[in-house]
């Protein structure tokens, strides 16, 4: 009898401390939680520091004459994951982001796309490995697409009529994910800001560099990382207007800019195509410099907007003296065709055509 009393007194006492122990894990763990929600609103405030107000820059527009060119033709101000807050590794992602993004002008955003709970989703990662993400949070994919059609082309915009290339780089090979895509991209994006039909499945193999400009104004350029080809015969593929990795268009890496082993070929791809520019994978957010990769010729540089550093600040300042977030290349990057001039008349005495030969005793032709 004693020893069955001592039985439950000890397992009464385990129970206690097991109980314990369940309660001090659920406190960590709010409190953990807790803490790195007040790490992200932060970070957070801390872009918003950065960035007290919109970019000083203007939409392109027809009366002004370095607006005339080709797309290929221009620099583009371009932020790269551009709902990060911070680093790529144990950080967020945060709508917040990407509304700055837009307020500085911003008009190529770059994305990771991930599956979570079999649905598309943004976040960021240090790395190229499709199961592994770095934020602890995600945005829904059609919530981001949202945030982009109401405040992208608003008044709020400092250039809201600039065309807004959106490049995804899709982290899973879940085939329904790029289906969903295109539903969201059909119900959260305003019809007359998607390219038609003529645009459709990678301009229809064509170069959208070759497009006037300002026949892109207002719209939505779809551009998607061609690595990851399994968009291809689903239904996102209609929606796709230009795929990096391909024929007409380079998706490059820092290393892959600055060490390129013939610059002269870059910068000759560069006049009749398009590339763009990341920084390299680190878990680490900061930026190289733009200007080596606009030497090049290189349109679009994505930037880490969330960490303003010297070269970012240079950035900056390229597109704000220009006033414009679409900036004319130098002539010497552009790709100018050069027309054969007129050829002057031809002298009939010169002629190598046939000609009557006459004298006293013959008659002929020569």
């Given at each position: 009898?004693?020893?069955?009393?001592?039985?439950?007194?000890?397992?009464?006492?385990?129970?206690?401390?097991?109980?314990?122990?369940?309660?001090?894990?659920?406190?960590?763990?709010?409190?953990?939680?807790?803490?790195?929600?007040k790490e992200k609103e932060k970070d957070e405030d801390n872009m918003s520091d950065e960035y007290p107000s919109n970019a000083p820059l203007r939409s392109i527009s027809k009366q002004e004459a370095d607006c005339k060119y080709l797309f290929r033709d221009y620099y583009i101000k371009s932020a790269y994951n551009c709902c990060a807050v911070n680093k790529f590794k144990n950080s967020f992602v945060s709508k917040k982001a990407l509304k700055i993004c837009l307020a500085q002008g911003c008009r190529c955003l770059d994305f990771e796309i991930y599956s979570v709970d079999d649905k598309p989703v943004v976040a960021v990662s240090d790395k190229s490995d499709y199961n592994v993400k770095g934020t602890y949070n995600s945005i829904p994919f059609d919530e981001m697409l949202n945030i982009i059609n109401t405040n992208a082309f608003d008044s709020g915009c400092p250039n809201?009529?600039?065309?807004?290339?959106?490049?995804?780089?899709?982290?899973?090979?879940?085939?329904?994910?790029?289906?969903?895509?295109?539903?969201?991209?059909?119900?959260?994006?305003?019809?007359?800001?998607?390219?038609?039909?003529?645009?459709s499945y990678e301009f229809n193999g064509r170069n959208i560099g070759r497009v006037p400009l300002l026949l892109l104004t207002g719209k939505v350029i779809i551009a998607i990382d061609k690595t990851n080809s399994n968009y291809e015969g689903t239904k996102l593929d209609?929606?796709?207007?230009?795929?990096?990795?391909?024929?007409?268009?380079?998706?490059?890496?820092?290393?892959?800019?600055?060490?390129?082993?013939?610059?002269?070929?870059?910068?000759?791809?560069?006049?009749?195509?398009?590339?763009?520019?990341?920084p390299d994978l680190s878990s680490e957010n900061k930026?190289?410099?733009?200007?080596?990769?606009?030497?090049?010729?290189?349109?679009?540089?994505?930037?880490?907007?969330?960490?303003?550093?010297?070269?970012?600040?240079?950035?900056?300042?390229?597109?704000?003296?220009?006033?414009?977030?679409?900036?004319?290349?130098?002539e010497k990057l552009r790709f100018i065709q050069k027309l054969m001039e007129k050829p002057a008349t031809q002298d009939p005495k010169l002629s190598y055509g046939t000609r009557p030969v006459e004298a006293d005793y013959y008659s002929f032709n020569m």
């Open positions: 009898m004693e020893s069955s009393t001592i039985n439950v007194s000890c397992n009464t006492q385990v129970g206690y401390i097991v109980y314990a122990f369940t309660v001090l894990i659920i406190i960590g763990v709010i409190v953990y939680v807790a803490l790195k929600s809201p009529n600039d065309p807004l290339v959106l490049h995804f780089r899709i982290k899973t090979n879940k085939s329904d994910i790029y289906d969903k895509m295109a539903s969201d991209i059909l119900a959260n994006i305003d019809n007359y800001r998607i390219l038609g039909p003529k645009f209609e929606y796709v207007n230009v795929a990096t990795n391909s024929v007409f268009a380079r998706g490059l890496r820092n290393y892959d800019v600055i060490y390129t082993p013939d610059f002269q070929e870059l910068i000759e791809f560069n006049r009749k195509n398009i590339t763009l520019s990341m930026n190289d410099k733009a200007a080596q990769h606009m030497a090049y010729g290189c349109q679009m540089v994505c930037m880490n907007m969330q960490n303003n550093d010297d070269n970012l600040k240079f950035y900056n300042s390229f597109f704000e003296d220009k006033g414009k977030a679409f900036v004319l290349k130098p």
